[in-house]
């Protein structure tokens, strides 16, 4: 990991960014114009170059990812277009106006890195203190937390304070307090952390759903296959400087490889494919079942597990002794009759 690893004093260089003979777009909802930013220490001496002459723009109605390993400068982006940094060179304009003008984070929802929630408050206070932030009424703000408590799934807790909940539980607050005001922009800074796969899953369709209503989203995170699952379009970051920017479909392509997904096919079709492909020139690489996802496997277990409580179904188990089978069917039936009693 290259965390404080940008010199100082290297010459200035970016990749500049993206598609730029498109169609005027009047729906840019972030543009990052030459931006960079320079750490000063205490004495105002340069420390660390965080961000390199960053251009991007992101699109109303995209999620779009910033990628990058630690120190590349994600968190620093993301607070410069909040407006809580100030560039050292360069512009942020959001929703066209500058983002050191902070009437346009009335606009904006922020999820921090870190959760900055006052610990001794439950959710339902904090979100209550955060509606009034925004000026909303108190039938408002009862709407809008009930609300938003559901959307997180903290309907069980939202009597208990911010110090007895776990990471990921903490993590839903945040995000609930980031749309407190229904924000048309959304920042979040590793939204994933802390959560099991089960609300990773849940917070990735949470996103998706902020998209289909329209909401811009920009995340960064260090989970690839959950970027990979959400965004429309990535930057990567290293070491503050943009090195790679598109389409998350384009950038993932794999050329000259040509996928088919058939259902049903005899052994003997499978033949024919295989002499087809070789008769057209083909280099055949595999005809095979596909495997799921770690995420699908895991949902699918803790689904069934809610469905029938105690089941349990072993299909690959030590080495030697049992079988799978024998463990599969010694489960089920230690299951029955543990039901029947
Ligand atoms: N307040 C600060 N003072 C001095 N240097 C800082 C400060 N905040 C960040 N940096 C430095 O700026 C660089 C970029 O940091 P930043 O937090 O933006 O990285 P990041 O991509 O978000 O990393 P991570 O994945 O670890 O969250 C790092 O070298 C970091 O040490
Ligand atoms: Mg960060």
Known sequence: MDTESTAVDETESSVSAEPSGDQPDSGVVIETRNLSKIYRDFWG????????????EVRRGEIFGLLGP??????????LILGLLFPSSGRVLVFDQDAAETSKNERV????????LYRFLT????????????????????????????????????HRQLREYSKGMTRRVGLAQALINDPDLILLDEPTTGLDPIGTREM????????????????????????QDVCDRVAILHQGELK??????DLLKVQDITEVHAEGLSEEAKTEIAEVIKRHGGNLKSIDNPTATMEDLFLNIVRESEARPGARRVTGG?????????????ADASNDSEAAQ
């Open 244 to 249: 790679e920017l598109g389409r998350v479909s």
């Open 123 to 158: 959710a339902e206070e904090t979100l209550d203190f955060y509606g009034r932030l925004f000026n909303m009424s108190g039938a408002e703000r009862k709407r809008r937390v009930d609300e938003l408590i559901k959307l997180v799934g903290l309907q069980g807790a939202k």
């Open 204 to 227: 990735k369709d949470l996103i998706l759903a902020l998209r289909d209503q329209g909401k811009t989203v920009l995340l960064c995170s260090h989970q690839l296959a959950d970027v």
């Open 70 to 79: 630690n120190g590349s400068g994600k968190s620093t982006t993301i607070k």
């Open 109 to 116: 929802g922020y999820l921090p890195e870190e959760s900055y």
């Open 45 to 56: 001496r340069k420390k660390v170059r965080a961000l390199k002459s960053l251009d991007i």
């Open 318 to 330: 030590p080495a030697t002794g049992e079988t799978p089978d024998d463990q599969t069917e010694a």
